[in-house]
């Protein structure tokens, strides 16, 4: 079965451009988490979807970033008038339940996104 | 806030022997703890977790333990591979949701 998998892998973009980021969970999956991790860094928390709920988006770093789940499975993060600080690997998860059980979360392989 | 944090950023081992990570915690109301591998140009893998109501945990040649009293955890890893090699990271999940907190990382480097 196919995992987590986001696109594109690699993005570029001038300062002030707007970007969007696509990541297709797991089938099924009720959880779809965003992170960010920068070079060298662990990932840091974006926000946190239950099915087309946005329940947590207390990680954006702005109103620049904009996330969405609008049928509860594929969710968009959208980066507008991009700064060089946005530049990091755009990391998302999902998992099969919702609520507080623990269960795992898998991740996909990330967007690089560069800005210059 | 929750923060957990490395005590090493980097650790070599030669094939076959075993490896010890450590991390440190700060929150003590943390419910669980996960370790992630982390290849590069990958997302992160799941490795093991564990409660915070038990002291160890064991999985295929990896064993997490964890001590409240000092807010550490640790993962070993048994007659370590070539294909260990990867950053690791501890992070700590504080309730609700699964909302997780990662660490910095620890990169092994695995000697042949």
């Known amino acids: 079965g196919a995992g987590v998998s986001q696109s594109p892998r690699y993005k570029v973009a001038k300062r002030g451009q707007d970007v969007a980021l696509r990541c297709d969970p797991i089938?099924?999956?009720?959880?779809l988490f965003w992170y960010q991790q920068a070079l060298g860094q662990g990932p840091e928390f974006l926000t946190y979807f239950q099915n087309e709920a946005q329940l947590d988006k207390s990680g954006l770093p702005s109103d620049r970033f904009f996330a969405e789940r609008p049928e509860g499975s594929v969710s968009t993060l959208k980066i507008q008038r991009t700064q060089q600080e946005d530049s990091a690997v755009y990391l998302c998860?999902?998992?099969?339940?919702?609520?507080?059980?623990?269960?795992?979360?898998?991740f996909g392989p990330g967007t690089r996104l560069t800005v210059l | 806030g929750e923060s957990v944090g490395l005590h090493l950023p980097t650790l070599s081992v030669q094939e076959g022997d075993n490896s010890i990570i450590n991390c440190a915690y700060s929150n003590s109301a943390s419910d669980y703890f996960i370790w992630y591998k982390q290849e590069s140009g990958k997302g992160p893998q799941f490795i093991i977790d564990?409660?915070?109501?038990?002291d160890k945990r064991q999985g295929q040649r990896v064993t997490v333990l964890l001590n409240k009293t000092v807010k550490h955890l640790s993962l070993q890893i048994a007659a370590t591979q070539p294909g260990d090699s990867a950053v690791y990271f501890c992070?700590?999940?504080?309730?609700?949701?699964?909302?997780?907190?990662f660490g910095t990382g620890t990169k092994l480097q695995v000697i042949p």
């Open positions: 564990i409660r915070s109501n038990m």
């Open positions: 089938s099924g999956h009720v959880s």
């Open positions: 992070a700590g999940n504080s309730g609700g949701y699964q909302k997780v907190t």
């Open positions: 998860a999902s998992s099969l339940l919702g609520g507080p059980l623990r269960n795992e979360q898998f």
